[in-house]
């Protein structure tokens, strides 16, 4: 075999190299950013249980919405994402229903209207 067609094949067997780590950077980089939205669900729904200050529960929804909304953009379109989601719908479904149990009207599903009549 003549020397070109090793450098071809060095140059192939690169560029597959390269593109495998960009893709395992790429994976690991959205379970990093899966798991930390996940903690901040799972720290929102421990707080909100047993909360009797609706400030509070405000104040933690909010910092939840906002760091969803932040970093979850970087998992749209991926596998983990319908995960992520899933736990966030959660973790707002908890919190509004303590809301509901320690306040005296429903505002709804929106959390927006929930920070909007309760935070500061």
Known sequence: ?????YKVSIGVLLLVALLLAWRCLTLYRQM???AFISGQCEM???HSVGETN???LAQNLE???GYYRG???TLVGSPIYRVVE???Q???TNTLTQFRSIATNDLGSDPRVWIQKYGK
Do not use: G, K, Q
């Open 63 to 65: 910092f939840l919405t």
């Open 54 to 56: 609706p400030a509070a």
């Open 32 to 34: 990093v950013t899966a």
């Open 1 to 5: 075999m003549s020397n070109l067609i």
């Open 90 to 92: 959660h973790a707002l």
């Open 86 to 88: 899933r736990d966030y």
């Open 44 to 46: 929102t729904e421990d």
């Open 71 to 73: 970093y979850s953009r």
